[in-house]
């Protein structure tokens, strides 16, 4: 193996996927500012290897992807259009707990479409799990025409692999951090209620209807309807636009215009939240 081939490629794959200096991403406090979508590794990897590349995480979400060869179905078409590859085969991903290099068309863990075995007889596909430490994150998927994986090729593969890894766990940090927050927002303003505006604004959200996250409504009509007066609701709804829990405006003769921005707090208004 020549190693100044492997360096020649780990710099080509971090310059295409937008990356000047790795540690510098990992270890500065502002890499969750930088530009590094699944988009780009998969981009550069695919052009690197002259090869499709697939990125899916744990429950088979299509995270990235780039096709160099224009193999597939409109049955697959599909599927990537729509993230999702079917449970069976991502059951079938999740059971390969190491890599598997230059797989057969014939067989079921190829990413090539089943109606193609014929016209692309001599297709193989790479599967590569995604871990970081012993949590499983995903797949990446490599599929070349005929070529197989040597075994720079493999050395790159496995240190994308390595980069996808760390790009996924910073992603599910940013989505833990953002439900932490909305959650002590959600009861922050839940403390500065009172009973009754606890009361009221329960009827706000069952006259919303679960899921539903903007509305024009009647205040009065709610303060009816669950026996309170028209200022305990507005009062209420003044709280949860100085919390940032809804937006809201004056439509005039129309009603209250409310968008739910915090969609935590109606567990925490309704006691469901764990």
Do not use: C
Not at 137 to 149: A, D, F, H, S, Y
Not at 184 to 199: N, P, Q, R, W, Y
Request: glycine share 6%.
């Amino acid at each position: 193996m020549s190693n100044q081939l492997f360096l020649d490629k780990i710099k080509e794959l971090n310059k295409q996927a937008n990356i000047k200096d790795w540690a510098k991403y990992i270890l500065s406090n502002d890499s969750k500012e930088i530009d590094f979508p699944l988009k780009s590794i998969s981009f550069a990897l695919g052009k690197l290897l002259d090869a499709n590349i697939y990125v899916i995480n744990a429950e088979g979400i299509l995270l990235g992807y780039y096709e160099r060869h224009r193999v597939n179905t409109q049955r697959v078409r599909n599927l990537i259009e729509n993230k999702s590859f079917p449970y069976n085969y991502i059951h079938r991903l999740v059971n390969v707990q190491e890599t598997i290099k230059d797989i057969k068309i014939d067989d079921d863990l190829t990413i090539f479409p089943v109606e193609k075995r014929a016209n692309y007889p001599e297709a193989l596909t790479t599967i590569v799990p995604i871990k970081l430490s012993d949590d499983r994150l995903g797949t990446l998927l490599v599929g070349r025409i005929q070529e197989k994986i040597s075994e720079v090729d493999h050395l790159v593969i496995e240190h994308a692999a390595s980069m996808i890894a760390i790009e996924i766990a910073l992603e599910y940090g940013k989505i833990e951090v953002e439900i932490d927050k909305q959650v002590s927002g959600a009861k922050l303003a839940m403390s500065t209620l009172s009973i009754t505006e606890v009361k009221a604004l329960q009827g706000v959200f069952n006259h919303m209807g679960e899921g539903t996250i903007e509305m024009i409504l009647t205040t009065s009509e709610i303060a009816d309807k669950i026996g309170v007066t028209r200022s305990i609701v507005v009062n209420g709804l003044r709280k949860l636009v100085s919390a940032s829990v809804i937006e809201q405006r004056s439509m005039g003769m129309r009603g209250t215009y409310i968008k739910v921005l915090n969609p935590l707090f109606t567990k925490v208004l309704f006691g469901n939240l764990d």
